[in-house]
């Protein structure tokens, strides 16, 4: 989890058993990157997808009693027999099987992370919510595959705590990443001239991310 839009769990079981997860990874608090919880909760505690033990979310520290309220509940304890929640820091580091996950602190208008992903030398960056910043042309370096959101037309009164197209592209061409995933594109754009225009800048192998597309790093 971790990527724009409601429908994450529901679009998971179409590919997995969601009780084979090894862990969650959540960039930062805003709804549309971990309202989706509230779905996984429901499967998992009353839906019959029971658990062998309880899954570690990694997220933001807030995320616990942020998913307490969409229940109405002041306490945390009722989420603990499902998730686990680990809170993330900037170049917070776990590992699962030979899959390691790095975070790194990106600019947002809330605490957010961007996310390393490493396997067998293959690497996967993740933008998560993000303005253009060094930390996440440092994140993308290098990166096999770099995933990232292009979320506004253009900047108004200053504020970057969003990518244009062009900081996209941009963001991949300085990082030298391999290949550029376009996702997170916001209703003032369509997903096919995001991508256009984010790959006129970058230079590279550039698509679009779809609900349903396997992409191999």
């Known amino acids: 989890m971790g990527g724009r839009r409601d429908g994450t769990f529901a679009e998971l079981q179409r590919h997995t058993d969601p009780r ?3 862990a969650i990874w959540i960039s930062h608090l805003h709804a549309d990157h971990y309202a989706d919880l509230t779905a996984a909760l429901y499967g998992f505690a009353y839906g019959g997808l029971t658990l062998p033990a309880p899954i570690p979310v990694y997220a933001p520290r807030d995320c616990a009693p942020r998913l307490a309220g969409f ?10 027999g499902v998730f686990a929640f680990r809170p993330l820091s900037d170049g917070h580091t776990v590992r699962h099987g030979d899959l390691t996950l790095t975070a790194r602190a990106v600019v947002h208008d809330v605490e957010s992370y961007g996310l390393w992903a490493e396997s067998g030398g293959r690497t996967l960056a993740y933008s998560g919510d993000s303005g253009p910043c060094p930390a996440l042309t440092e994140l993308a370096r290098d990166a096999d595959l770099f995933l990232c959101e292009a979320d506004i037309d253009v900047h108004r009164d200053g504020e970057q705590v969003h990518l244009t197209p062009e900081d996209t592209g941009d963001t991949a061409r300085t990082a030298r990443a391999g290949r550029l995933l376009v996702t997170h594109v916001g209703p003032t754009l369509t997903p096919e001239n995001a ?4 790959a006129s800048t970058f230079g ?4 679009t991310a779809r609900v349903g597309e396997t992409h191999t790093v």
């Open 204 to 207: 590279g192998p550039t698509a």
């Open 20 to 22: 084979r997860l090894d």
């Open 71 to 80: 229940f109405g509940r002041p306490d945390t304890d009722f989420l603990t």
């Open 195 to 198: 991508t256009a225009r984010a």
